[in-house]
């Protein structure tokens, strides 16, 4: 894991303490994504989701020690009632995703992708961690890039990869291009999250209780606003990443849908065009008859046989088209539904942006109240000052 010599950070001791673990465990039963942060604060999500499971609770429990040293190294670390967990650096050059599932989610893939693209070096641990880290002067060639994209790819769909992770071996690609594996080193001790939580503090007796809060509140708004801001951006590239991929799927899928259309009438047309000739044939050789004339006669019934053949042949070359038009329009409406999610995808992305923006407001209107408290209860403690000295 990419470590920390220039982000500052709160006191070792003072980040992932008991009070932390507390809020953390208790925000995600309520379904609650939370924040250990390097200031040493813990940022709570305003939206809930599903309540973290016993088995959600066991995997977060094994990396808890991950996670607190993490926040320890300068990262934001963010852990979801699911069990995954992300963390970002501040200065976004060291990330890092863990996920309950064994395999490979889509946005460690996605990372994966990434960081091969921008020169990063990536690893990929036996327990499924992801880590990412771009060194400050990555260069990476485009060639080299999509030739370690098929490598890792090679070895991620041969199945070595599982085989190596479940061997305790972690996969390490370079920024130089070599790929390869290595032994897992050791990881953090499984913490456990504390019982018995109990919520709220003492009440705010003085001007500089007051203020202090008003600080913390301000400190830890602004801090939040920076994460969250982070995910915003990450969340919302990935969804207009994935929206942009459906768009193309359906237009892909419109313009074959229209082009089967267009093959329909054709087929039938043909047909159309078989049938009028077969029928003129067979005018044409009742004439031929009528009139004595054998051999033209004989001449048109052959045509009618032969146009026969073509025009059932027609009839069903545009039945045929027909099927396949309808299967067109199916897979036309599907990727209109697709495309229709991946747009509600980003304006719930939106919502939830503005829903934690008004939240962030919030926590600061309070800091800007308690500061208020604090002005005036200093001040009514210099005139009881004063009032004492005068009495004296």
Same mark, same amino acid.
């Given at each position: 894991?990419?470590?920390?010599? /220039?982000?500052?950070? *709160?006191?070792?001791?003072?980040?992932?303490?008991?009070? $932390?673990?507390?809020?953390?465990?208790?925000?995600?039963?309520?379904?609650?994504?939370?924040?250990?942060?390097?200031?040493?604060?813990?940022?709570?999500?305003?939206?809930? =989701? +599903?309540?973290?499971?016993? #088995?959600?609770?066991?995997?977060?429990?094994?990396?808890?020690?991950?996670?607190?040293?993490?926040?320890?190294?300068?990262?934001?670390?963010?852990?979801?009632?699911?069990?995954?967990?992300?963390?970002?650096?501040?200065? /976004?050059?060291?990330?890092?995703?863990? $996920?309950?599932?064994?395999?490979?989610?889509?946005?460690?893939?996605?990372?994966? $992708?990434?960081?091969?693209?921008?020169?990063?070096?990536?690893?990929? /641990?036996?327990?499924?961690?992801?880590?990412?880290?771009?060194?400050?002067?990555?260069?990476?060639?485009?060639?080299?890039?999509?030739?370690?994209?098929?490598?890792?790819?090679?070895?991620? #769909?041969?199945?070595?990869?599982?085989?190596?992770?479940? +061997?305790?071996? =972690?996969?390490?690609?370079?920024?130089?291009? =070599?790929?390869?594996?290595? =032994?897992?080193?050791?990881?953090?001790?499984?913490?456990?999250?504390?019982?018995?939580?109990?919520?709220?503090?003492?009440?705010?007796?003085?001007?500089?209780?007051?203020?202090?809060?008003?600080? *913390?509140?301000?400190?830890?708004?602004?801090?939040?606003?920076?994460?969250?801001?982070?995910?915003?951006?990450?969340?919302?590239?990935?969804?207009?990443?994935?929206?942009?991929?459906?768009?193309?799927?359906?237009?892909?899928?419109?313009?074959?849908?229209?082009? &089967? #259309?267009?093959?329909?009438?054709?087929?039938?047309?043909?047909?159309?065009?078989?049938?009028?000739?077969?029928?003129?044939?067979?005018?044409?050789?009742?004439?031929?008859?009528?009139?004595?004339?054998?051999?033209?006669?004989?001449?048109? *019934?052959? #045509?009618?046989?032969?146009? +026969?053949?073509? *025009?059932?042949?027609?009839?069903?070359?545009?039945?045929?088209?027909?099927?396949?038009?309808?299967? &067109?329009?199916?897979?036309?409406?599907?990727?209109?539904?697709?495309?229709?999610?991946?747009?509600?995808?980003?304006?719930?992305?939106?919502?939830?942006?503005?829903?934690?923006?008004?939240?962030?407001?919030?926590?600061? $209107?309070?800091?800007?109240?308690?500061?208020?408290?604090?002005?005036?209860?200093?001040?009514?403690?210099?005139?009881?000052?004063?009032?004492?000295?005068?009495?004296?």
């Amino acid at each position: 894991m990419a470590g920390n010599d /220039h982000i500052p950070t *709160a006191p070792t001791d003072v980040i992932g303490d008991d009070g $932390d673990l507390r809020r953390m465990r208790d925000a995600l039963r309520a379904g609650k994504n939370v924040t250990l942060a390097p200031d040493g604060a813990v940022y709570i999500s305003p939206d809930a =989701t +599903n309540p973290m499971t016993d #088995d959600a609770e066991t995997f977060i429990e094994s990396k808890l020690g991950m996670v607190v040293e993490m926040a320890r190294m300068g990262y934001g670390v963010s852990v979801h009632p699911d069990g995954s967990i992300s963390a970002d650096r501040a200065d /976004h050059r060291a990330k890092v995703l863990i $996920d309950p599932d064994p395999a490979l989610s889509e946005q460690q893939l996605l990372l994966i $992708d990434q960081g091969i693209g921008e020169g990063a070096l990536i690893r990929v /641990h036996s327990d499924g961690r992801l880590e990412y880290f771009l060194p400050l002067d990555s260069r990476q060639s485009g060639e080299q890039a999509a030739q370690m994209r098929v490598a890792v790819k090679q070895e991620i #769909d041969s199945g070595r990869l599982q085989e190596e992770m479940r +061997n305790g071996h =972690t996969l390490s690609v370079e920024p130089d291009g =070599t790929i390869g594996y290595e =032994t897992s080193g050791p990881t953090p001790t499984p913490i456990e999250f504390p019982e018995d939580v109990q919520w709220g503090h003492e009440p705010l007796l003085t001007a500089d209780q007051l203020a202090a809060e008003a600080h *913390a509140l301000e400190i830890g708004a602004s801090a939040a606003r920076g994460l969250a801001r982070d995910e915003y951006e990450t969340d919302l590239g990935m969804a207009a990443m994935q929206r942009d991929a459906v768009a193309r799927e359906h237009a892909a899928a419109d313009a074959r849908a229209l082009d &089967a #259309d267009r093959q329909v009438a054709e087929k039938q047309g043909v047909a159309r065009e078989l049938k009028n000739q077969r029928q003129q044939a067979e005018r044409d050789a009742t004439v031929a008859r009528n009139t004595g004339d054998t051999a033209m006669a004989e001449e048109r *019934a052959e #045509d009618w046989a032969r146009l +026969n053949i073509e *025009a059932r042949v027609a009839d069903q070359q545009a039945v045929g088209a027909q099927s396949a038009a309808a299967d &067109a329009r199916v897979q036309a409406a599907n990727a209109k539904a697709r495309l229709e999610q991946r747009d509600a995808d980003i304006a719930t992305v939106h919502a939830r942006s503005e829903r934690q923006e008004r939240a962030f407001d919030e926590q600061e $209107d309070q800091a800007r109240v308690y500061r208020q408290a604090a002005d005036e209860m200093r001040e009514a403690e210099r005139l009881d000052e004063a009032y004492t000295d005068l009495e004296a």
